[in-house]
């Protein structure tokens, strides 16, 4: 919103977006061109987000013009003034209620009845009376207490006193008033550590509470701003029952449980910095989330007073409290200013601003703010022990007494001022006093004094305390976001970032408390020596940091009317205007500012003056201005940038430079404490030799000159908040080592205004001034679809703290100068940014501490009127020590600033010291407690008060209650939402899903609406995972915090999630194994667990007995007595002995019910070859059955087959089991009686084949048959049985239970019979099979690939033919309409020499221990990933969907599923000039090297030349490091290191051609990667697979002619129109010359392809050829953007379907598949897909399928088309029959005698899709639709590259409606040119309104628009305007808003043409809010 006169109206809405492609030789600026010739400001309209929108490119201006300044100003003045309409939003809300508040009286309370608490025994005690004496005589000799208001002190009483102590505790201390006697009193002090009693310790300590409780409630209740309490004895030691340290009563404690109580307070922060712990105020809110403990103090390892553990950082609060417990433990002694000032901006001030207090604050309740758990206290309680002081002998420290008026001064500026502070500790009675009066001179808002001692760098055992405290508390909050992440598994190098690992050690006590204690202080005295030193040390502090009590005015202001006399000769709606000063002064006068102001009388700078910035040419140009007519100057004006003349302006820029030097002189010399120049023009923009951006003379520049210059001023800090950069400035000062300049500005790389790199962080001032320019650039932010209102206070307040205080407190300047533009504020026109005014109040009173109070504000930029003076007006309040309003809450830095912030650091550490603290952090959880994990994700958009919107991101703790409090007195506060917290997703994504705990994704939360009060997340410790038996693993402790806050998410995205969130927990389960031995000590048995010992895989398993069952178990009665009258199975008639079947049904029934009852994930049975193998089996399921009456499972029987009559019985009506039996038969063709199947849960297959000679026989039927049929059936467990006869092979058990394993979760048993003759093979298989069940690698190698045997073909077709009836998997099945053939057997794809030998099973062959080392659980694979490659990103629009945070939140997800850790972590490296030459051309390669050299500008326009790109300077380096990595990949995983890889890589690579970038993608990462594979580690068979929805044409271009790599690419296609719109991605281009067949293309023809599509092209297609072609390594080019929920694809794969397709691949070939990052952008899909990958490779179990898992019809069709393309290449998709036309076709052919009926149903429209892709291309006519049929390719006919010469080019095909709601559709062919086109102007601001109504006639029903001059008007069917309009004008090109069709009136002809896409472009997203497929 911003403000128009006295009336607040709808807010600006942010810059409007242009279209990505600029038209031909137009600007890349973002201007457009108005119809009156004069540029306009393009200002975005926000537009929905939603699934398959595709993101468009945005420019920016390059410049800000006076036009567009104008024209902003006039939309601003000309706005609606209703005094009835209700403002949505008021920003101002805060600064107006502050208005009138001035700073209150501060508080004192003492009393010297506190002196009669002294101990008997040691007169010279620490603790003595005249600790306070001497602070009461210091403050009296200063005056202090003269001007405070004192508070009476009174003893507090016993019902108080109660409410924290116990009544023992207070009995036992009351009788020590009564006892006299000194030997009593020490013999009772020695049962306390460290007390002494006297008889007036009693009424001592009661007063000392009373007078904490009476100051406290008089700071809480407002009667006082602030306040000190003067007391003794302290109190912080003491606890509930316990006398510690010096301390009988805890008065901060007491004081803070009252005022939680009693004023109803919820957020209290309590700063301890006494130099000893006080571990009574922490136990006391160790679990209250309502009260933030802070304590630093000595600790030393804990070997330092009080000795405990609970004082180290590690201690954070438990319950509701984690997290609101800071101890900063100093480890060493001699810790200085700077360590303290090091804590102060790097934890204590960004966590008490994150917990800021809310709305209820204004309204003196100071409730909880609305779901926030950010820390800004409403009140500050201060602990304020002084023992860290200079001298004392207590603490050991260096700390001088002025900076606890600086710590003072700056928690003065959280809660409104309110601030009391309480004695504790302080033992060296005159730094002491010194202490203490600084203290309480700047609660009265003295200036704090400049520090003597020069800030260095923090001590490094302080560093490492800090990051050790980051490391533990920033799970629970999220300011600590400046320290990096790094895995402990990762290989480091030289050249990493530093990081630091924290670890925990603990030297204090470990025995039993003592039964005495020492009474006498042991203090060793100080040598005369040491004395002196400290003596003269303080003397010389107190000399120059001593306190100064100054009454000399304030503030001083200036201001004069006659600098108004400056404005525009041609617009008096200029944004500089006159106005902009007076409605300030206005402002400051009427809330009573200028009053208690000094005012200053303006003077005008002289000619010597502005020449100590400015070129003597430069200032007698400005007098010449002083001649000049309004013409001459309005002509000369356009000379330079941004700036208007007059004839006034020199004397109104001289004045405006003379009213800030003379605001300087008066501050300098002491006059007045602070200035304020209301001034203009403004200056920063000016250089030395000419005007610029609206500045002529640089005023701040000047004044800074002339500090240095005239009064000998030696460091000055220039700090520049506006907007814009201040060039001006910078330049001026670049050399200059006395001034500091530090400039917060809007950057977005290099596009804003002034538009120059100079402005970059990297710019750091040259020569003797290097390191003295501190530039902070804030680049743009968007979030989702619309970019947001830019930076604000948390980002601004983020950069105070981090950079700007530590270094300035570093510089220690002398004057500090601010160049105070407010055009960053709220609702300014020009800015963009959410500052709010309050944050300038704040950002000043931090100031205000620097340079003994010597800040002068000088007015440069700001453009709202009512804003800006807001802004000044507050900074005037900070500067007069009125108390601020609070910030807005959950003030956290979104991602941009974080990262600028950081890049700041990077650069100034090494001119900086203070800035020491930017380490990596380690991910793991080193302590075990709870931590790692990396910082909390934060918005990557969302700033200041905007983010108060949202939910708070926080759980809910459960009402706290008070020790005595009933429950009708429970404080509750309103209720919190939670929301989720992780880094928040661009709003392109349907619904964010964070890793939530699966118990509250699943079901609803189990948090009331009743909690209340804010508290950080909390973390559950992490458990290990029970073995046996078998139980879920807990999720990692990384994404714990982030379940318990998350709610229950709706929506497609939440919904398909949801499995993947569940498999957090689904690890890798025990594995059982039982033997069935004939007789007991079986050779065979033995030889084999011998042979699993021998490779650490017997250990592995969880080994079970065998237990023959009984009959009556496994039998019902009467199938009991028919099968034993048939006497059907052997030896049924005896009870247990012999019986071989019951044997076996026993055995495995223990087996399966282990599985089902979670303690297994599988198992294996092994019997020696006995009959009765199969019906044990049978018998075994029938069995648990009738336990598990839920449970659903397959059996699948390799062999002699279940008896029949078994199945009859058990089997035939159960829905419950699926039974697929295969059995190898001797007659020659396959059987047909038996296939029909005789119920259709028994699916019978028998087969003529000779295992043993190949397997490509029965993994074609496992592939076509079994694997469909099972997915449709959708069991919990697949039981496998084996007869002896088909272990033949050792392939043969391995590769079953890799292709079953994954559709039930690893839920499987496999049942093997063994047979000594054949022991070597079996063996192999048994070992192969249980390494595979164990999720170990093991890959035996395959058999010679042959062709299918013709009677196995038959057996297929036979059994496909006979089940179609029952199974839609075999209906819609693509060779289910093959039909029987006699064609002889078909050759080898395979060239000789790529074909393998055939493997005869040799012992040798198997993998030995050695070998399968590096294979072990966690070590299989490997990792590589890298946070360089998020450098690349889009100038102009942050919402491109191919954004850096890609690959960051896949790696974190990988680590919160704790995948990280159990990966071997490589180190990404750049791909090298020899390697990407192998696919890509020199050409090309230099032009990648030379972007890094091109400017922004440069860069924007020279993307528009190719497809779908943007560049950054930092494109090439990111694309090799992308292609580097999968190198680094591939070289592990071929050198035996690792098994699998997986690569976090981008940008994407897929579509990169030989010789130029397409579609994100700049190198061929994959390409680069298989090419590699092939040449330098000499391999033959490389398989290629890429699942991106859009087609990789940049890989299937370099390999199409290579038949050493196969690609297949399963993608989107939509008949050509979708992305990349190439017929190359058609599945008619199968490869050219050699290559031919090695490309196959699955394309889809249609949106919402899914789970059911995607298996059914693995099942049918990819498996089968994969297998046959038997790669050594598989790469996967793996996009995700056919997940749910991507906005570009449009598709529905789950996260568990890529999982299972990852799985399967692992069995095909040597089994090695590295998985590299494609496409895919819905951040939190690609999370969880890439996560499930990962997973695959590492052998958990995987969450099944659900849903309909029945493609779709024009799946089937795709895949026909597929499979009658490439039969004729791969035996495995050729069963001996020929392609006919889909019976889906036949029925969708239409009559060429009349038009299209309009589709009712989306059948319907995929019918006519296809249609019109037959359509002719002849005509340019509208004409009824003609269809013709489709032509086949010629036999044999040789394809002219991948492309396809022979194809003619397709235009685009227009469906149209003569009017809208037209009965009947046409389609067209429009000419692809026409003359007029030049006639098309671009679209104003970007954007259509579709539903506009004809400006003539006012109808709406059918509209065009002009593309020449954009009037909207009806058609030929309403009243024609628009032809008239045509005719009249000759504006020829005209849109239709009804079908978005153009054509050309005097062409008589619709038009295609790349000139008109914007414009259809945006009529398509206004009309659909969606991207256009394509422009068409």
Not at 647 to 653: G, L
Not at 1529 to 1546: E, N, P
Request: proline share 6%; aromatic share 8%.
């Amino acid at each position: 919103m911003y403000c128009v006169g006295q009336y607040w109206m709808a807010e600006d809405k942010p810059e409007r977006k242009t279209s990505g492609r600029n038209p031909p030789g137009g600007s890349v600026a973002a201007a457009v061109a108005d119809t009156d010739g004069k540029t306009k400001e393009t200002v975005p309209r926000e537009s929905g987000g939603g699934i398959g929108k595709n993101r468009r490119l945005a420019s920016i201006r390059s410049r800000i013009s006076i036009e567009e300044l104008k024209n902003v100003y006039k939309r601003q003045v000309t706005l609606s003034q209703d005094d009835s309409a209700e403002p949505i939003f008021d920003p101002m809300a805060k600064a107006q209620e502050s208005l009138m508040v001035v700073r209150g009286k501060t508080g004192v309370v003492y009393c010297h009845q506190m002196t009669n608490h002294l101990c008997f025994w040691d007169p010279q005690h620490m603790e003595k009376p005249e600790r306070l004496l001497c602070i009461l005589d210091r403050c009296q000799e200063l005056g202090l207490l003269q001007e405070c208001e004192r508070l009476e002190c009174r003893a507090a009483k016993e019902e108080e006193v109660l409410n924290l102590h116990s009544p023992a505790h207070f009995g036992l201390l009351q009788t020590t008033s009564s006892i006299t006697d000194q030997e009593k009193l020490e013999d009772l002090s020695s049962r306390f550590d460290s007390v002494y009693f006297h008889p007036g310790t009693f009424e001592s300590a009661l007063l000392a509470a009373g007078g904490t409780l009476d100051l406290v409630d008089a700071v809480a209740s407002g009667r006082l701003q602030n306040g000190f309490a003067i007391v003794r004895p302290p109190g912080h030691h003491a606890m509930e029952s316990e006398f510690c340290g010096y301390s009988f009563i805890n008065n901060v404690a007491l004081a803070t449980r009252q005022a939680l109580n009693t004023h109803g307070l919820s957020r209290i922060l309590i700063v301890d910095w006494d130099v000893h712990h006080g571990q009574g105020t922490q136990q006391a809110f160790y679990s209250d989330p309502r009260v933030l403990y802070f304590s630093i103090h000595r600790y030393e390892h804990g070997s330092f007073w009080p000795n405990l553990r609970e004082s180290n950082y590690d201690y954070i609060g438990q319950g509701n409290g984690k997290g609101f417990n800071f101890n900063v433990p100093l480890n060493s002694i001699g810790m200085a200013n700077q360590d303290f000032l090091a804590i102060l901006h790097q934890v204590l001030l960004p966590v008490a601003y994150e917990f800021s207090p809310e709305l209820v604050i204004v309204s003196a309740g100071f409730d909880a703010a609305i779901g926030c758990h950010e820390f800004g206290p409403e009140l500050v309680i201060v602990s304020g022990g002084f023992d860290s002081a200079v001298g004392d002998s207590k603490g050991e420290m260096e700390v001088s007494p002025g900076l606890y008026a600086h710590l003072t001064s700056h928690l003065m500026t959280l809660a409104q001022g309110k601030v009391a502070v309480v004695l504790e500790g302080g033992y060296y009675l005159p730094s002491l006093a010194e202490s203490a009066a600084m203290t309480l001179s700047a609660l009265l808002g003295h200036p704090c004094p400049s520090l003597m001692d020069p800030i260095i760098q923090p001590s490094k055992s302080l560093q490492e305390t800090l990051l050790s405290l980051v490391y533990v508390q920033r799970p629970y909050w999220k300011c600590f976001q400046y320290q990096g992440s790094f895995s402990l598994e990762e290989v480091r190098g030289d050249s990493d970032p530093k990081t630091f690992t924290p670890s925990l050690s603990f030297m204090g006590l470990t025995s039993c408390r003592p039964l005495r204690f020492p009474t006498r202080d042991n203090v060793e005295p100080r040598t005369p020596e040491a004395l002196q030193r400290i003596n003269d040390k303080f003397q010389c502090l107190r000399q120059k940091e001593g306190v100064r009590v100054r009454f000399e005015p304030r503030l001083c202001l200036v201001y004069d009317e006659g600098m108004e006399l400056h404005h525009s000769l041609t617009e008096g709606e200029h944004p500089e205007r006159p106005e902009r000063i007076r409605r300030v002064w206005e402002m400051l006068s009427r809330v009573g500012v200028v009053e208690r102001c000094r005012v200053l009388q303006s003077r005008r700078a002289q000619h010597e003056e502005v020449e100590l910035v400015h070129t003597k040419e430069h200032v007698e140009f400005m007098y010449k201005l002083e001649s000049m007519d309004e013409e001459e100057l309005q002509i000369l004006q356009e000379s330079y940038k941004s700036v208007y003349l007059h004839p006034k302006t020199n004397d109104c820029a001289l004045l405006s430079a003379g009213c800030l030097l003379q605001v300087v002189e008066e501050v300098w010399q002491g006059r007045a404490r602070a200035g304020v120049g209301l001034i203009r023009p403004p200056g920063h923009h000016a250089e030395p030799d000419q005007p610029h951006g609206f500045c002529f003379y640089n005023n701040v520049a000047v004044a800074a000159r002339h500090a240095i210059h005239n009064l000998g001023c030696q460091r000055v800090l220039i700090v520049d908040w506006d907007v814009h950069h201040g060039n001006g400035i910078q330049h001026a000062f670049e050399e200059e080592p006395r001034v500091l300049y530090v400039s917060l500005h809007r950057y977005d790389h290099g596009l804003f205004f002034p538009s120059s790199e100079d402005a970059n962080f990297d710019r750091v001032g040259r020569g003797p001034g290097e390191g003295f320019t501190i530039n902070i650039p804030w680049n743009k932010v968007h979030r989702g679809e619309r970019m947001m209102s830019g930076m604000g206070d948390a980002e601004y307040m983020a950069a105070f703290t981090q950079v700007i205080m530590p270094v300035a407190y570093q510089f220690n300047p002398q004057l500090v100068l601010v160049a105070a533009g407010f055009d960053a504020a709220r609702g300014d026109p020009l800015g963009g940014c959410r500052t709010s005014p309050e944050c300038y109040g704040h950002m000043t009173s931090l100031l205000a501490g620097l340079a003994e109070g010597r800040v002068v504000l000088a007015l440069e930029g700001g453009y709202n009127l009512t804003t800006i003076s807001y802004c000044m007006t507050l900074c005037a309040k900070a500067l007069l020590g009125d108390p601020m309003p609070p910030l807005e809450a959950q003030l956290v830095p979104n991602k941009s600033a974080v990262h600028t912030i950081n890049e700041v650091i990077s650069v100034h550490s090494k001119y900086w010291s203070a800035l020491c603290f930017q380490v990596e952090l380690p991910l793991q959880d080193v302590l075990q407690q709870g931590c790692g994990g990396g910082p909390q994700g934060v918005d990557s958009g969302v700033s200041g008060s905007e983010a108060s919107l949202s939910p708070s991101p926080i759980s809910i703790p459960s009402p706290v209650k008070s020790r005595d409090s009933s429950p009708s007195t429970t404080t509750t506060t309103s209720p919190y939402v939670s929301a989720p917290s992780s880094p928040a997703k661009p709003i392109f994504m349907e619904c964010e899903v964070k890793t939530n705990d699966v118990q509250e994704c699943l079901s609803d939360s189990k948090e009331t609406a009743s909690s209340v009060g804010a508290r950080p997340r909390t973390q559950q410790p992490k458990k290990t995972p029970n073995r046996t038996p078998h139980k879920p693993r807990q999720a990692s402790n990384r994404s714990v915090d982030r379940q318990r806050s998350t709610p229950k998410k709706h929506g497609k995205v939440a919904a398909a999630m949801q499995a993947a969130i569940a498999s957090q927990s689904l690890v890798k389960g025990p594995t059982g194994v039982v033997c069935v031995e004939r007789d007991k000590g079986g050779s065979l048995a033995e030889t084999i667990v011998n042979q699993c010992q021998a490779l650490d895989l017997w250990q592995a398993c969880n080994v079970l007995s065998s237990q023959p069952a009984m009959k009556a178990e496994v039998f019902p009665e009467k199938i009991l007595q028919h099968l034993c009258s048939a006497n059907v199975v052997n030896g049924l008639r005896g009870e247990r002995t012999g019986d071989a079947s019951l044997q076996i049904a026993g055995s495995v029934a223990k087996l399966l019910q282990e599985i089902l009852d979670g303690k297994f994930q599988n198992g294996m049975a092994l019997t020696e070859a006995m009959d009765g193998l199969h019906s044990g089996v049978a018998l075994a399921v029938h069995s648990v059955l009738s336990i598990h009456s839920k449970a659903r499972m397959v059996v699948v029987d390799f062999g002699n087959c279940v008896e029949p009559e078994i199945l009859d019985h058990l089997f035939s009506h159960e829905p419950r089991v699926l039974v697929l039996s295969v059995r190898q038969c001797q007659y020659a063709s396959g059987s047909t009686s038996r296939n029909k199947g005789r119920y259709s849960n028994v699916l019978s297959v028998d087969i003529n084949c000779n295992i043993a000679e190949s397997s490509h026989d029965y993994l074609t039927l496992v592939h076509q048959l079994l694997l469909p049929v099972i997915y449709e059936f959708g069991p919990q467990m697949v039981v496998m049985t084996a007869a002896c006869e088909w272990n033949i092979y050792p392939a043969f058990l391995p590769n079953m239970a890799g292709l079953f394993l994954p559709v039930t979760s690893d839920r499987l048993v496999m049942a093997v019979e063994i047979d000594q003759q054949r022991s070597i093979v079996v063996n192999e298989g048994i070992v192969g099979a249980l390494s595979t069940l164990l999720g170990r690698p093991y890959h035996p190698k395959m058999s010679q690939s042959e062709s299918l045997r013709p009677e196995v073909c038959q057996t297929i077709l036979e059994v496909m033919k006979a089940q179609q009836g029952n199974w839609k998997s075999l209906r819609y099945h693509a060779l289910a309409s093959l039909v029987t053939s006699s064609t002889g057997k078909q050759e080898s794809l395979l060239p000789s020499h790529l074909q393998q030998q055939t493997i005869k099973p040799q012992e040798d062959a198997l993998l030995k221990p050695k070998e399968l080392e590096c294979f072990k659980e966690g070590q299989s694979v490997c990792l590589v990933y890298s946070e360089a490659m998020k450098e690349h990103l889009n100038y102009a629009d942050s919402t491109h969907p191919e954004c850096p945070d890609r690959i960051s939140c896949i790696f974190e997800q990988l680590c919160n599923f704790g995948i990280v850790e159990r990966c071997q972590r490589l180190k990404a490296r750049e791909a090298t000039l020899q390697e990407l030459e192998r696919v890509h051309s020199s050409r090309h390669i230099k032009f990648m090297s030379g972007l890094q050299a091109l400017k922004p500008s440069e860069l924007h326009h020279l993307e528009n030349s190719f497809d779908s790109i943007y560049l950054h300077r930092r494109t090439n380096r990111c694309a090799l490091l992308a292609a580097g990595s999968i190198l680094t990949a591939v070289d592990c995983v071929m050198s035996g290191s690792c098994q699998h890889g997986v690569a976090v890589v981008r940008p994407p690579g897929h579509h990169a051609e030989r010789n130029n970038p397409c579609g994100f993608c700049f190198y061929n990462s994959v390409g680069v990667a298989a090419q590699h594979a092939v040449t330098s580690h000499h391999l033959q068979r490389v398989l290629v697979l890429d699942w991106d929805v859009h087609h990789g044409n940049g890989t299937q271009h370099m390999f199409e002619s290579d038949p050493r790599v196969l690609y297949i690419s399963i993608h989107r296609y939509d008949n050509g129109r979708f992305f990349p719109g190439s017929a190359d991605a058609n599945y008619n281009r199968v490869g050219l010359k050699k290559g031919k067949g090695f490309n196959i293309n699955i394309p889809w023809n249609k949106g919402g392809m899914g789970d059911a599509e995607y298996l059914a092209a693995f099942l049918e297609v990819v498996l089968p050829v994969a297998t046959e072609f038997n790669p050594q390594l598989v790469l996967i080019s793996a996009g995700f953007d056919a997940a749910v929920g991507d906005p570009l694809g449009g598709c529905n794969v789950t996260p568990e379907c890529y999982g299972h397709m990852t799985k399967f691949l692992t069995c095909v070939g040597d089994g090695r598949v590295i998985v590299a990052l494609e496409g895919g952008y819905n951040l939190t899909s690609i999370s969880y897909c890439m996560t499930l990958c990962a997973k695959a490779l590492l052998g958990d179990p995987l969450p099944c399928l659900s849903g309909n898992l029945t493609p779709c019809q024009s799946a089937v069709d795709s895949l026909i088309n597929v499979v009658g393309a490439h039969c004729k290449f791969w035996s495995s998709l050729n069963l001996k029959g020929k392609m006919v036309e889909s019976p889906r076709k036949q029925a969708s052919s239409i009559s060429t005698q009349r038009p299209i009926s309009s589709p009712t149903s989306s059948q319907a429209v995929d019918e006519l899709a296809a249609s019109l892709s037959q359509v002719s291309m002849a005509e340019a006519t509208p004409r009824k639709i003609q269809t013709e049929e489709k032509k086949e390719e010629a036999p044999g006919g040789e394809l002219e590259g991948a492309c396809g010469g022979g194809h003619e080019d397709s235009a685009t095909t227009l469906i149209l409606s003569d009017c809208l709601g037209a009965q009947e559709l046409y389609a067209v062919v429009p000419v692809s040119w026409c003359p007029h086109l030049e006639e098309v102007q671009p679209v104003p601001d970007g954007t259509l309104n579709t539903s506009s109504a004809c400006e003539e006639c006012y109808d709406t029903s059918e509209n065009w628009c002009c593309l020449t001059c954009y009037k909207v008007l009806c058609g030929r069917f309403v009243s024609e305007h628009m032809l008239m309009h045509g005719v009249c004008e000759e504006h020829h090109m005209v849109l239709s808003f009804s079908d978005l069709s153009i054509w050309c009136y005097a062409c008589d002809s619709y038009v295609h043409n790349p000139v008109l896409f914007e414009a259809k472009r945006a009529a398509h997203l206004d009309k659909f809010g969606l991207e256009p497929p394509e422009c068409s």
